[in-house]
């Protein structure tokens, strides 16, 4: 066994947890998170000589991104998810919740279901930007665009997701022209 199979090793034992956690936010899946890893994972593994050690993180990530959207743009049927937490019939698991738990667990089951209808690159930059706190160069260079191409996609995304009944009733935010009068 070589080096780098060792570095690479021991990179993917350190960081497998927060790559799937950073996956699961882009697919909504625990399953298809781990999935999409692995996959980027191989394909990191063939370059992993000619990958900078400071710069692995952002690598992979990137193409955890990358393997993501391109599973989107082959799927023409859209998938349909069960929130977190869930049975199949969609009960809570494990019992009852106290009110504020269930609140917050309807507000994040309807985050990610708005999400999930957005298109993969532009769900990718809402998660970059907003649930990976990471700033518009950095949400770039991790997916291969331009600034532009960022600021553009954010704007788009939380016009489409602004623009959602059942998401903005949830938050408590009035329809563009509500409130105005």
């Not at 994040?108 to 160069?137: C, G, H, I, N, T």
């Amino acid at each position: 066994m070589s080096d780098a199979d060792d570095t690479f090793r021991v990179f993917v034992d350190a960081r497998w947890p927060a790559l799937v956690r950073f996956a699961w936010t882009l697919t909504g899946d625990r399953g298809h998170a781990e999935d999409v890893v692995q996959s980027a994972l191989e394909k990191t593994w063939r370059r992993w000589r000619h990958v900078r050690l400071d710069g692995a993180e952002a690598y992979v990530r990137a193409a955890v991104v990358n393997t993501v959207i391109s599973r989107a743009r082959r799927r023409r049927v859209r998938e349909t998810f069960l929130p977190a937490g869930t049975q199949e019939g969609g009960a809570p698991a494990g019992g009852a919740w106290d009110v504020d738990l269930a609140e917050e667990r309807a507000l994040a089951d309807a985050v990610w279901v708005e999400l999930a209808l957005l298109p993969a690159r532009m769900r990718a930059v809402v998660v970059l930007r907003f649930l990976e706190d990471q700033s518009e160069a950095s949400t770039a260079q991790l997916l291969g665009c331009s600034v532009g191409t960022v600021k553009s996609q954010t704007n788009r995304a939380m016009a489409r997701l602004r623009e959602r009944t059942a998401l903005r009733d949830l938050v408590g935010v009035p329809a563009a022209g509500e409130g105005e009068r």
